[in-house]
């Protein structure tokens, strides 16, 4: 947010550009006579200037070479070479200076340099001087013919601080300082929110993880992720464990009964009720056969011979003895087959 108040207060004077054209490359005619610069030029004009401890003056309109009094527009603090761009400055203006290019009062600059005079090459340059009638024609502008100007700028400012102003709740009279309370205390409004609505996971919770104090929001939910993972392993390993004991929980019970019928302990009527009974509670199943006599002689389920009507009564009576039936009673209310 601070950011953006300084991007939309900036005004023109400090869009003025910092770096500026002082001598084109190449060869030119001027009112004042024929000039070129290249490239042995350009390294004579550079190394003269890093040899002097002063900065190189940006007057106005030549006042300095007139001895006349002569404020400074700005400060040659550096020379570059750009190669067929020719020899730009790093300039540091004053104020003043700012405003004049903000208005367009100034344009353009007038270099003062030395020349040799057997072929007219630059050598060094003296200093350099705002203008509105430079003898160079073509030389890159400080102020861009396209540039608004600082009355027009103004103007947008104004409107954009309004707006700004209004979302921050305050009239179009506010000063800077409230406005700068406002944005801070939007931005420490912000921060709170963060920090009230961050995860925050307690000491146990942590520690149930496994992960040390001060654990950041990324490894909680990492080792959480990771075992979300391995509790669906563990599900889906548990739910084929429990197919695979109820396989062995049926078979088991298969066998108990097979070796129930054939140990003479249950009949073969006895089958259904007898698998149910040990798929339920298979030891439970296994005490009750320890503990059951003998109603099916083992010889006939070995061979697999029906029994006998005989044997049938014999078996009749002692289930009626284990049911507590007595033979008359049996015999009153029993129905044979003819």
């Known amino acids: 947010m ?35 610069l290249d490239d042995a030029g350009a390294d004579a004009i550079i190394a003269a200037f890093e ?37 730009w400055a790093s300039v540091e203006w004053t104020d003043r200076a ?5 208005n367009k009062e100034y344009r353009y600059l007038s270099p003062v340099f030395i ?11 003296i200093n350099v001087a705002l203008t509105n009638q430079p003898n160079i024609d073509g030389m890159v502008p400080v102020i861009n013919k396209n540039t ?53 996971a307690n000491k146990s919770v942590i520690e149930a993880l496994g992960l040390k104090e001060g ?48 140990s003479g302990k249950i009949t073969p009527a006895q089958k259904d009720w007898a698998t149910d009974y040990a798929k339920r509670d298979l030891a439970g199943f296994q005490v009750f056969v320890s503990k059951a006599p003998v109603i099916v002689q083992k010889s006939k389920v070995a061979g697999n011979e029906k029994p006998t009507i005989n044997d049938l009564d014999a078996i009749q009576l002692e289930i009626n003895k284990m049911c507590g039936i007595d033979i008359e009673t049996f015999k009153k209310y029993s129905v044979k087959e003819a």
């Not at 404020?71 to 020899?87: E, F, Q, R, S, V």
């Not at 040799?116 to 340059?125: A, E, F, G, I, T």
């Not at 100007?149 to 921050?168: H, P, R, S």
Request: glycine content about 6%; aromatic content about 4%.
């Open 148 to 200: 608004p100007g600082i009355g027009e700028n103004n103007k947008k400012e104004v409107k954009i601080m309004q707006n700004l102003l209004k979302l921050l709740g305050l009239t179009g009279e506010a000063t800077e300082e409230q406005a700068i309370v406002a944005v801070n205390k939007l931005i420490a409004d912000k921060e709170a929110l963060e920090a009230k609505t961050a995860i925050v």
């Open 215 to 262: 654990a950041t929001e990324a490894e909680i939910t990492g080792t959480i992720m990771a075992m979300k993972q391995s509790y669906s392993t563990v599900e889906q390993l548990t739910s084929e464990l429990t197919v695979i004991k109820n396989k062995m929980s049926e078979k088991e019970a298969a066998e108990a009964v097979e070796n129930a019928m054939q």
């Open 98 to 102: 700012k405003k004049y290019l903000a």
């Open 51 to 87: 040899a002097q401890k002063n900065d190189m003056v940006v007057d106005y309109e030549h006042q300095t070479l007139a001895g006349t009094q002569a404020p400074a527009a700005g400060w040659i603090k550096k020379l570059i070479n750009k190669g067929k761009d020719g020899i």
């Open 2 to 36: 601070k950011d953006t108040m300084f991007v939309i207060c900036k005004t023109i004077e400090e869009s003025i550009p910092t770096e500026i054209q002082v001598i084109p490359f190449g060869h030119h005619d001027t009112p004042k006579g024929v000039f070129e």
């Open 115 to 125: 020349k040799r005079l057997s072929d007219n090459k630059v050598v060094k340059l």
